[in-house]
Every structure is written in C-alpha cells, then in structure tokens.
C-alpha cells in the first residue's frame, strides 16, 4: 500500500512510520515545510499542497498538539483544538475533492471522549461525556464528515493510554517508581484504559485490512484497571513498592484542569468492536504488556 502518515515524528506516528516501512508498504510523511519531493501542509494557515496527495491507498493522521505538556492554560486550550479541529476538517476537505482519494482514513482520537464515568463501561455504544476532552473529542472526530461523505471508509480511532518506552506517559512514571516515590494518584479508584504500543501498531495494520470496520474504534486492551491496581502492577514490574500517594488536591494545584481530566477521570474503556472483529491482542493484560515494555520479558520491546 502506498500510505501518508500526519504526525509521523511523534511516539506513535515514528513508530508507525517504521512498522508500515518494515513490511514493505511505502510510508510517507505529511510535512509541515513545503517540500517538492514530499507532500506538505501548514495547517494552522489552512494550506495543504492538494496535488501531492493523489494517489495514497491510506491516510493515518495522528498530528495534533500534546495534551501532557504544560497547564491547560486558555492559550493551550485553544492550540489543543486548532491543532486538531480545523487540521482535520483541512486535510478532509482536500481528500475529499482529489481524483483519486485514499480508499480508508485513520484519525486519532482519544478516550477522554467519553468523559470521566465512574465505574461505567464504556464501548463504542456509549454517549460522549461532559468536560473540556470529552468536547474536543467530538469535535475533532465530526471534523473527519467530509471525508466519509465523499465514500471514503473513515476510522475514529479511540485510544487510552500508551504504553511504550519512546513516549508517552510511561517514561515520565518509570522514574517516579524507580525514586520509589510512585504510587496512587487521588482516590486511585478512578478506572484506566491502557494499550501497549505493539497492540496499537497491530490495530492500525488490522483496520487497514478489514474493509468493514469504520466509525469509532476504542484502541484499548480489554483489561482497565483501577488507578490504585496500574501503580500497583507498575511497581512490581519495576520491583519497588507504590508506597507514596499523591492527594488530588495536589495534583490540581500542580496541574490544574489537566489533573481533574487526565490523572483523575475514571474511563472503564472495552474493545468490543475490535474483538466482535477477531482481533488478537498480543498483550491482553497489564502484567504482561508492563513485562514486555520495560525488558523484563523476553519478546520484541515497545
């Protein structure tokens, strides 16, 4: 397949681009410098070269301003949704009116869609919750329309947290834990929904090939865990001990919304349109994808 990739040198584009590369697809990125040879945009002008994106079987769009970094100032809050509304309505648009669209688009999307729920399981089914994410959420996937309305199959992609040793948030943790000043975050009893790296490059491969998959997709293993059993199953891979709680009040003090939306809220997240379609999950519960991620057991490292 001849494949565009947004976002390619982010922890998950890279490895994307890599992962696609290695099985003999041809990977290209969507840069944001003009490039005669490459196809490029600038998204925050609304420009996008039309004429370098003819002809790709797939589109996999993951750009998008990093929700972890920095308070949500109102100034953040506003790149969070420039970054990623107007950006995916742009690239949309333009798919939509080429001679020769992509046959599948793959947009990222997250499970803060669904808000913070408690102890609710949460599927595809599930209504979108309340709050700052759960908006952007729904915004930033209608922004994907025009391209299912020009007959183009169109994937939302819903995925909870991912975990890899490149990026993401366990990077950020593992030195906390090894410090041995890991442990619960609040009550610890908000529920969360995780996916090793490995399983996510394996979902993106799979939805490439099962035509009848499209819409929302949550990107999750079947196994959610309590915020107190993750810290709880990551020390013990680290062999330390989740011994130091950390007060919600602090984490609000510390971080403001992005505490109440990110660190505190409970998403009960299941798979159950990628298993109702077969898929095998190489990591199905938390020990065994923390095992694989940080070297402790043998197998291919994230």
Not at 58 to 70: D, Y
Not at 111 to 138: H, T
């Amino acid at each position: 397949m001849r494949i565009l990739v947004s976002g390619a040198s982010g922890f998950v584009g890279s490895a994307i681009m890599r992962e696609l590369s290695g099985e003999g697809h041809t990977v290209l990125p969507l840069l944001r410098i003009s490039s005669a040879h490459l196809p490029s945009w600038d998204p925050a002008r609304g420009e996008i070269a039309a004429q370098q994106l003819e002809g790709f079987d797939a589109v996999i769009h993951l750009a998008g301003a990093s929700l972890a970094e920095g308070r949500w100032t109102r100034r953040r809050r506003h790149l969070f949704r420039e970054s990623r509304v107007p950006a995916t309505r742009l690239l949309c648009e333009t798919l939509s009116q080429l001679e020769s669209p992509p046959k599948v688009f793959i947009v990222a999307s997250a499970v803060g869609i669904y808000g913070s729920r408690g102890d609710e399981e949460l599927d595809e089914e599930s209504s979108p919750g309340k709050g700052f994410l759960a908006e952007l959420g729904q915004d930033w996937e209608a922004a994907s329309l025009p391209a299912s309305e020009a007959g183009i199959r169109v994937v939302q992609l819903r995925m909870g947290m991912v975990l890899g040793q490149s990026g993401g948030a366990l990077p950020k943790l593992t030195p906390l834990f090894l410090a041995g000043l890991g442990g619960r975050l609040g009550s610890g009893r908000q529920w969360m929904s995780w996916v090793s790296l490995d399983d996510l490059l394996t979902m993106f491969k799979f939805i490439l090939d099962q035509e009848e998959l499209s819409g929302a997709i949550n990107a999750v293993a079947d196994d959610p865990l309590r915020n107190v059993d993750f810290t709880k199953e990551l020390a013990r891979a680290l062999r330390r001990r989740a011994w130091l709680p950390v007060p919600a009040f602090a984490l609000k003090l510390l971080m403001g919304k992005m505490a109440d939306e990110m660190l505190l809220a409970s998403q009960r997240v299941r798979p159950a349109r990628l298993l109702e379609a077969g898929f095998q999950f190489e990591h199905p519960n938390l020990r065994v994808a923390l095992e694989h991620v940080l070297g402790t057991r043998k197998g291919r490292r994230a």
